[in-house]
């Protein structure tokens, strides 16, 4: 992913009002992102550990989305995929996020959602980069190019549910 700016970032946002997209926290590490490892950018708002953001290249120019994370549920602590990365991990390490659709659909409510890693570090994890555990990746034959081309098509998929 080539490098992006807080202008850019705060003018990607498709599923809020752009008042919302203006108040919303953007890193301020931007500089020091790996940008070379990076297929999206993603983010948790420290302010409100519910909110996430995620914005990434399109064909189109860059989109963003603001996420809402599930509340997590009492029981058994077991393991999760995140539909991205395919990392597993145990706990919280995996959220559903839910994204308010585009357009008519969000004002009348709909959303999507898509089980992430909860820090939004699939494209470290896939890499190599970042290590999530013992047991939370699984061999696989694929180049890291490979499944880095598998993220971003699943990444489009949600994209196109959010956006239709």
């Not at 203006?22 to 409100?48: I, M, N, T, Y």
């Not at 539909?83 to 145990?90: D, G, K, V």
Request: contains cysteine; charged residues 25%; glycine residues 10%.
């Amino acid at each position: 992913m080539e490098p992006v700016t807080e202008r850019e970032i705060r003018a990607s946002f498709v599923n809020c009002t752009k008042g919302e997209a203006k108040r919303l926290p953007v890193p301020g590490d931007l500089a020091d992102r790996p940008w070379d490892d990076l297929d999206f950018l993603g983010w948790r708002d420290p302010s409100a550990p519910q909110r996430a953001y995620l914005v990434t290249p399109t064909g189109d120019g860059l989109v963003g989305l603001a996420l809402r994370l599930a509340t997590p549920h009492a029981g058994q602590p077991r393991r999760t995929m995140c539909s991205l990365c395919l990392t597993t991990q145990p706990g919280d390490g995996i959220s559903l996020m839910t994204a308010r659709k585009a357009g008519r659909g969000g004002q009348q409510g709909n959303s999507v959602g898509i089980y992430l890693c909860a820090d939004l570090a699939c494209s470290l994890y896939l890499r190599g980069k970042k290590d999530a555990g013992p047991g939370s990746r699984l061999h696989e034959s694929l180049t890291p190019e490979e499944k880095a081309a598998r993220t971003a098509s699943k990444l489009a998929a949600f994209l196109a549910r959010v956006l239709g």
